[in-house]
């Protein structure tokens, strides 16, 4: 069976510091992957998808930005964190007829 | 501009009791839409998958309407319970199935 890994947690950070964040998919191969942020109070906003390795699309120009260096793994990063990048962040991964199922999230915390 | 509406916001409802949900969007083309469960702090999790065809779907005590027509979707909640309490989130996946728009979501709490 298909699964997600998502990490970590929880994260707090200080403004300026980088950010890693890191998403596996386990029990598929050349998924399409995603990464959402849910601020407090919204819906789920996207910020990247991947259709494959090394193939990153943008939906929101911000500060942040996405790799996939491995069919199965999805990489958000900052170089450095502003405020306004406190929230939520899921990942996801969807294949046509399969269906979305999303990670467990990041609660992301910058002070 | 694609968006997914729903409604009310927020419900409150005694524990045993039923309530629906409803979903409005303008996604186009159309490929399916799906209903959320997501608990405080957690990632969402799938309770229903409906392509244009289907016009219902039961998951449990969860059962999901679409007309692909008038562009609405409801879930409904029988017999509630107190684990029910969470966010309900609509999404309608685009044509091509690669691109999700997500509704804001509607707040449940159940009560005793």
């Known amino acids: 069976s298909q699964t997600i890994h998502q990490w970590p947690a929880t994260l707090v950070q200080p403004v300026g510091s980088p950010l890693s964040l890191e998403c596996t998919v386990e029990g598929t191969s050349n998924p399409n992957l995603y990464w959402y942020r849910q601020a407090a109070g919204r819906g789920l906003q996207l910020l990247f998808y991947s259709v494959g390795i090394g193939q990153i699309s943008s939906e929101v120009p911000q500060n942040l930005s996405a790799s996939r260096p491995q069919d199965r793994q999805f990489i958000l990063s900052s170089k450095k964190l502003l405020l306004s990048d406190s929230g939520f962040y899921l990942c996801a991964w969807g294949s046509w007829g399969y269906g979305y199922t999303f990670g467990s999230g990041t609660r992301l915390t910058v002070v | 501009k694609n968006q997914v509406e729903q409604s009310p916001q927020s419900l409150i409802i005694l524990e045993g009791k039923n309530c629906t949900l409803q979903?409005?969007?303008?996604?186009?083309?159309?490929?399916?839409l799906r209903w959320y469960k997501q608990d405080t702090g957690r990632g969402p999790v799938s309770l229903t998958i409906m392509t244009f065809s289907e016009n219902t779907k039961s998951n449990g005590r969860y059962t999901a309407t679409l007309d692909a027509d008038t562009k609405q979707s409801s879930l409904h909640i029988t017999a509630s319970q107190l684990s029910d309490s969470a966010s309900y989130i609509c999404?309608?996946?685009?044509?091509?199935?690669?691109?999700?728009?997500f509704g804001t979501g509607t707040q449940l709490k159940v009560e005793l």
């Open positions: 999404v309608v996946s685009e044509g091509g199935g690669n691109k999700l728009t």
């Open positions: 979903c409005n969007y303008t996604v186009s083309p159309f490929s399916n």
